[in-house]
């Protein structure tokens, strides 16, 4: 029908007139109360950002001379963090001549990367400019 008509009929419905398809030929337009649509549209995306859970990324830093109690304590810590759901972001700020032995860096990440429980390597090890990242997400058990 026309647009005046359903303008009209709208008009005698009180209601609006709210363009579906306006690249369609013919338009394609639904009489309907555009107030009530955007009320349940807004409730809808409200509802559905409540559900949402965010997953949040903490970070656990090492260094390439770390003792054996200090890392056990970094290994529970990064574990506590992956039963919460959080990714972990591990590091290593390599300073002055540490940079010459980065291998050594590598080796504690790798040692790290098995010490791990409940999670799974994201993104291996790998060193950029002063820093050495290794990114381990939760895993799912479905």
Do not use: W
Not at 52 to 69: A, G, H
Not at 111 to 129: D, H, M, V
């Amino acid at each position: 029908m026309s647009a005046d008509k359903a303008l009209k009929l709208a008009e005698e419905a009180d209601m609006d007139l709210v363009k579906i398809a306006p690249t369609a030929v013919p338009p394609v337009c639904k009489i309907m109360d555009y107030g009530k649509y955007r009320f349940e549209q807004q409730k809808k995306e409200k509802e559905n950002k409540k559900n949402q859970k965010v997953v949040e990324t903490k970070e656990v830093r090492l260094s390439i001379n770390i003792d054996t109690n200090d890392f056990n304590t970094k290994v529970n810590q990064a574990n506590k963090f992956l039963k919460n759901g959080d990714k972990v972001k591990v590091s290593i700020r390599f300073r002055g001549r540490e940079m010459a032995h980065s291998k050594l860096g590598l080796d504690v990440m790798e040692r790290f990367g098995q010490a791990i429980e409940g999670g799974t390597i994201e993104k291996a090890a790998k060193l950029e400019g002063r820093n050495m990242l290794m990114f381990i997400a939760p895993a799912h058990n479905k």
